[in-house]
């Protein structure tokens, strides 16, 4: 077994394999291509390569391609599905769960992003009331604050 199999076990990292079977997301929606730590009830850190291959740079913005700030709170959010699905055993047991974004607060761009930038997605759980979670996030570049904000989902069974 190589090193990035037993760590995907161990539930630390997430292929994109994994990101599919808990994000009903599929291209171009799905915002995050791997899971380089996870600690179930606590935090999660995510990767997102930024493309110029990605069909909305094409209208946003043509002449300086900006990666749109609603797709980074997007890719967030789908952090926090992935922290949640990973953590609650009452979302594991849900024969269909979605995970749904509900609320946004304190959101603030620091950054621009741009095609070839490597978004570092960072969440961590505030706390879970009457199924709400709350969640701080945190998306940078190179080390740099691109977006912060504070995230609220929660899971519902599908029909």
């Given at each position: 077994m190589?090193d990035?199999?037993n760590?995907?076990?161990?539930?630390?990292?997430l292929?994109?394999?994994?990101?599919?079977?808990h994000l009903?997301?599929?291209?171009?929606?799905?915002?995050?291509?791997?899971?380089?730590?996870?600690?179930?009830?606590?935090?999660l850190?995510?990767?997102?390569?930024?493309?110029?291959?990605?069909?909305?740079?094409?209208?946003?913005?043509?002449?300086?391609?900006?990666?749109?700030g609603?797709?980074?709170?997007?890719a967030?959010?789908q952090?926090?599905?992935?922290?949640?699905?990973?953590?609650?055993?009452?979302?594991?047991?849900?024969?269909?769960?979605?995970?749904?974004?509900?609320g946004?607060?304190?959101?603030?761009?620091?950054?621009v992003?741009?095609?070839?930038?490597?978004?570092?997605?960072?969440?961590?759980?505030?706390?879970?009331?009457?199924?709400?979670?709350?969640f701080?996030?945190?998306?940078?570049?190179?080390?740099?604050?691109?977006?912060?904000?504070?995230l609220?989902c929660?899971?519902?069974?599908?029909?």
């Amino acid at each position: 077994m190589n090193d990035s199999t037993n760590k995907a076990q161990t539930g630390k990292c997430l292929d994109i394999h994994e990101v599919m079977k808990h994000l009903p997301h599929r291209y171009p929606f799905l915002l995050i291509d791997r899971v380089i730590e996870c600690n179930p009830g606590e935090g999660l850190i995510a990767l997102k390569n930024v493309s110029i291959n990605e069909p909305f740079f094409q209208g946003h913005f043509p002449q300086r391609p900006v990666f749109p700030g609603v797709l980074i709170m997007e890719a967030l959010a789908q952090a926090t599905g992935l922290l949640a699905f990973r953590s609650d055993e009452a979302i594991k047991g849900m024969k269909n769960p979605i995970y749904y974004f509900v609320g946004i607060d304190k959101a603030r761009f620091k950054r621009v992003v741009e095609p070839g930038d490597q978004l570092r997605l960072e969440v961590h759980l505030k706390r879970a009331v009457r199924g709400i979670w709350m969640f701080t996030a945190e998306a940078t570049v190179d080390g740099q604050v691109a977006a912060t904000a504070e995230l609220m989902c929660t899971a519902k069974e599908s029909e």
